[in-house]
Nanobody, 127 residues
Framework: LVQLVASGGGSVQAGGSLRLSCAAS????????MGWFRQAPGKQREGVAY????????YYADSVKGRFTISRDNAKNTLSLQMNSLKPEDTAMYSC????????????????????WGQGTQVTVSS
């Protein structure tokens, strides 16, 4: 059973930082591309950041580029998202997801290619 457990959310003021973590189990982690997604109330889910299995390829949504950094530790089966300079519009439920991409990262930023999802962790940024 694949499990993705996200943690690290919380409430911060604008300009603050948070670091989200995602612990993966039940899968051969280094075969998987990973992504962070978020969904605010009344809005569609948005892909925030993606990372290939070997960390060589990353991709960020324009809204977070330069502020967020995605990383992974294949030895520990973990995924992280360092979020700096947080804005109120970053407020959302953040979830991690995995796709068995192998060495093909062509669908790295295709949300439909992600077939394992974790529960979310809430991030609230106040102005």
């Amino acid at each position: 059973l694949v499990q993705l457990v996200a943690s690290g959310g919380g409430s911060v003021q604008a300009g603050g930082s948070l670091r989200l973590s995602c612990a993966a189990s039940g899968l051969t982690y280094n075969y998987y591309c990973m992504g962070w997604f978020r969904q605010a109330p009344g809005k569609q889910r948005e892909g925030v950041a993606y990372i290939s299995r070997d960390s060589r390829t990353t991709y960020y949504a324009d809204s977070v580029k330069g502020r967020f950094t995605i990383s992974r530790d294949n030895a520990k089966n973990t995924l992280s998202l360092q979020m700096n300079s947080l804005k109120p519009e970053d407020t959302a439920m953040y979830s991690c997801a995995a796709q068995n991409c192998g060495w093909d990262s062509s669908k790295l930023i295709d949300p439909g290619a992600y077939n394992h999802w974790g529960q979310g962790t809430q991030v609230t940024v106040s102005s």
